[in-house]
């Protein structure tokens, strides 16, 4: 763990220019990882002494400003923070320290207007079960299945390719994936992806519907996937990558108010492994690296991401 503030700065500046990256390159589910992770990494380090007191208010609004970036991307507020607002309140991680010129570089209190959740008569807002409430798996079983129904994202899935002689089609079918408490994970979906060796999307992003069937320590998809490349198109390093994305509860903290869309755990799929039959996929911690580098087991547990390869011409 880094000690010294310039160290906390520079990992905190590296990480924001790769998201900042992403969103300018159109990737948006990742660049709303990225920024929510960030804002969460900068509430919990900010609190070290190394920080003065005015530095730490600065954090608090760096924070807020990432995380609403997150919800805009993810269309959850009306009048959001847009991409030059976020270069803006990048230039407050100066070498030294937080920079604190004058006024913060924009202007949160009209930046903050969530939109009102999508939910039918019988569901509660999502502020009644959210309001109290810091840590994901605080509330009980019953009530987390019962309560965010309302929230229920359709999917974005993308029909199959069409056939080409010689080339080979991939259906994944997306079975189950082990969780520890699956009953409590909020609004889980995964999102898939292929990606070339440097970690750049080569297809179209799909994201599943929300998973509707959660047993103690799995969560049941039984999506099917069509990825939108021919197997003999696949260069040297590129792999499947799925990520399981949940909701995240909204938390107070020094006043501002971060959820959003966040990951759980991910797992790949590297381009030998893609063969006809069932699979089972180790599960890392987040966040997710599109290089494959530095992997963490997300857990000791015999709980892995089970899957179905199809291969057609």
Not at 22 to 29: E, K
Not at 103 to 123: E, G, M, V
Request: charged content about 30%; aromatic content about 8%; hydrophobic content about 35%.
């Amino acid at each position: 763990m880094e000690n010294s503030k310039e160290e906390i700065l520079a990992k905190w500046k590296a990480f924001l220019k790769g998201a900042i990256d992403m969103d300018s390159w159109g990737q948006l589910m990742e660049a709303a990882d990225a920024y929510e992770t960030l804002s969460e990494e900068i509430q919990r380090r900010s609190q070290d002494e190394v920080f003065t007191e005015d530095e730490t208010e600065v954090s608090a609004k760096l924070a807020h400003s990432l995380s609403l970036r997150s919800r805009t991307l993810l269309g959850d507020v009306v009048n959001g923070v847009r991409l030059e607002d976020v270069r803006k309140v990048a230039r407050c991680l100066g070498d030294g320290g937080l920079v604190r010129s004058g006024a913060f570089p924009i202007d949160l209190s009209t930046k903050d207007k969530p939109k009102p959740p999508r939910k039918s008569d019988h569901i509660k807002d999502i502020t009644e079960l959210t309001e109290n409430s810091d840590s994901e798996d605080d509330s009980d079983e019953e009530t987390v299945t019962e309560e965010v129904k309302g929230f229920l994202p359709e999917g974005r899935l993308l029909p199959k390719l069409p056939r080409q002689p010689g080339l080979t089609l991939i259906t994944i079918t997306l079975q189950k994936l082990g969780v520890k408490n699956g009953r409590k994970v909020r609004e889980p979906f995964i999102h898939v992806s292929v990606r070339d060796a440097s970690g750049i999307n080569v297809t179209a992003t799909q994201d599943t519907p929300v998973c509707l069937t959660k047993e103690p320590n799995h969560l049941v998809f039984n999506t099917q996937v069509e990825i939108q490349k021919y197997l003999e198109h696949f260069d040297k390093g590129t792999a499947i990558f799925f990520e399981l994305k949940r909701f995240k509860k909204s938390s107070a903290w020094k006043g501002y108010v971060t959820f959003g869309v966040g990951t759980k755990c991910w797992s790949f799929m590297e381009q030998d492994e893609i063969l006809e039959g069932d699979a089972v996929l180790e599960l890392y911690k987040k966040p997710s690296n599109y290089r494959k580098q530095r992997l963490k087991l997300a857990t000791t547990k015999k709980l892995y991401l089970h899957i179905n390869v199809a291969l057609s011409k």
